[in-house]
């Protein structure tokens, strides 16, 4: 949920004292098992942490604060499960008054569905630094995926801009014990968020980041939230991140998750990716001499490579030459960005591209 949504939501929490349709936060998101209708919501806005960029942070005078009591919220997301109205939950919350405290309301919650009312879909719990490993096994065993967020790339930036916080004495291990938990739940898993144009980080530091979590510890996702300036916070007047670096961000990730690159192969200009062309293509263009690529031959780790192919793509093609050789663009006929990926191949030692 970006600040927007979540400024909206509380305004109307704080409108209609906690008794607001819940209707109103029904969208619809990406989870393992496909896109789903979901309730995202926070069970408190209240929050001890003082973070220069959150619209929640405790010195915010005007930021709502209210608290959804948990059999309140699990009667009220059960009725909208009962009419077909969402098919998952999505809880988070502020850090208030403590981090355990609050915790143990939101996984208060999720008992209530999962045992009085006999829920089994899916239910996304965040996780609040600072909690104890014994509210991590409740919280995993609980719900079909758990993050917490790391924010940015860098251990200086996070102290610099939300006290309270390290990466390395308290996310990073909480994020390895979760890993360790989720290997006893199959089908259940992890992600983060970073939060981008916030400070100075580099997109190349987050990408490496990124690449550190997917290959150490498993997350499934790693996600990237473009900052935006929130009124009466310190940050209010730094400038908002274009959305096409988010983007950027998002494209660079699936090259690193789905398609062998290293965040090092990525082609940054002074530690950021171009914003004007996606990273594969500007990521070929930095290496003319691998091209063009003969697509009878080429094997999947290459033929991912290619600006135009993704992984569907990769294998029509493997399943068509092995069905008769390639030669001509007829051959490639129904393939997605043909014209695109004519660029940067041979067939049968031709070149058809512009």
Request: hydrophobic residues 35%; aromatic residues 8%.
């Amino acid at each position: 949920m970006d600040l927007r949504d979540k400024i909206s939501l509380l305004r109307e929490l704080a409108r209609y004292d906690c008794e607001v349709p819940l209707e109103d936060y029904i969208y619809r998101a990406h989870t393992p098992v496909g896109r789903k209708p979901l309730l995202k919501i926070m069970q408190t806005t209240y929050c001890e942490k003082n973070c220069s960029y959150c619209v929640f942070r405790r010195d915010r005078e005007e930021t709502p604060r209210v608290f959804i009591d948990p059999e309140d919220l699990a009667r009220g997301f059960m009725e909208l499960h009962r009419r077909g109205k969402v098919s998952g939950l999505f809880l988070t919350a502020g850090v208030f008054p403590h981090p355990e405290v609050v915790m143990e309301r939101m996984i208060e919650t999720v008992s209530i569905l999962r045992k009085r009312y006999g829920y089994r879909g899916y239910v996304h719990l965040k996780v609040m630094p600072g909690v104890s490993d014994q509210t991590l096994e409740a919280a995993v065993e609980l719900a079909s995926r758990v993050s917490i967020n790391v924010e940015f790339p860098k251990e200086d930036i996070l102290r610099r801009l939300a006290r309270g916080k390290s990466i390395r004495s308290d996310i990073l291990p909480k994020i390895k014990r979760i890993s360790e938990l989720l290997a006893e739940h199959p089908g259940r898993d992890q992600t983060t968020q970073f939060i981008v144009g916030a400070a100075d980080e580099r997109d190349e530091d987050i990408l490496r980041s990124a690449e550190f979590l997917y290959r150490r510890f498993g997350l499934r996702r790693v996600y990237y939230s473009s900052f935006r300036p929130v009124r009466n916070t310190p940050l209010e007047g730094k400038p908002p991140a274009p959305v096409r670096r988010e983007q950027r961000l998002y494209q660079a990730d699936v090259l690193i998750r789905e398609y062998g690159f290293s965040h090092s192969e990525l082609p940054y200009e002074d530690g950021n990716l171009p914003l004007d062309r996606d990273p594969k293509t500007a990521w070929a263009e930095k290496n003319p001499q691998l091209f063009p690529v003969e697509l009878n031959s080429a094997d999947l780790h290459l033929l991912l490579r290619i600006p135009g192919v993704g992984r569907r793509t990769a294998l029509e093609i493997t399943r068509r030459r092995r069905e008769k050789r390639l030669r001509s663009p007829e051959d490639l006929k129904g393939i997605r960005q043909v014209n695109r990926i004519l660029r940067y191949v041979l067939l049968d030692g031709r070149f058809f591209g512009r």
